[in-house]
């Protein structure tokens, strides 16, 4: 079983500064991809921002420039350095990965945490 748990969540004021933690534990071979996703209050799904173990990042144009994203693969953890956080980051984020487990790939999610950007 492959557990994806996600923490840092929160309340924060427009302009300000949240990380966000994922730990990925259980059974797996590789790490293939790690990255976020998030669900805004109208149910509209996308694409935070990925990291690959081949180095690629991508961003979504809406969080470049303030999000950054980094991975601690030794200690199988994902981070989301969030800046300068806009009313519209409002959402559930959600953490997921690619694993490889028994020569196959697959993809896992968290079951997310609230982000509220709010004065």
């Known amino acids: 079983q492959v557990q994806l748990v996600e923490s840092g969540g929160g309340l924060v004021e427009p302009g300000g500064s949240l990380r966000l933690s994922c730990v990925a534990s259980?059974?797996?071979?590789?790490?293939?991809?790690m990255g976020w996703f998030r669900r805004t209050p109208g149910n509209q799904r996308e694409l935070v921002a990925d990291?690959?173990?081949?180095?690629?990042?991508n961003y979504s144009e809406a969080v470049k420039g303030r999000f950054s994203i980094s991975e601690d693969r030794g200690q199988n953890t994902v981070y989301l350095q969030m800046n300068s956080v806009k009313p519209e980051d409002t959402a559930v984020y959600y953490c997921?990965?690619?694993?490889?487990?028994?020569?196959?790939?697959?993809?896992?999610w968290g079951r997310g945490t609230q982000v509220t950007v709010s004065s």
């Open positions: 997921y990965s690619n694993l490889r487990q028994k020569g196959r790939n697959y993809n896992h």
């Open positions: 990291s690959a173990s081949d180095g690629q990042i």
């Open positions: 259980g059974s797996f071979e590789a790490i293939n991809v």
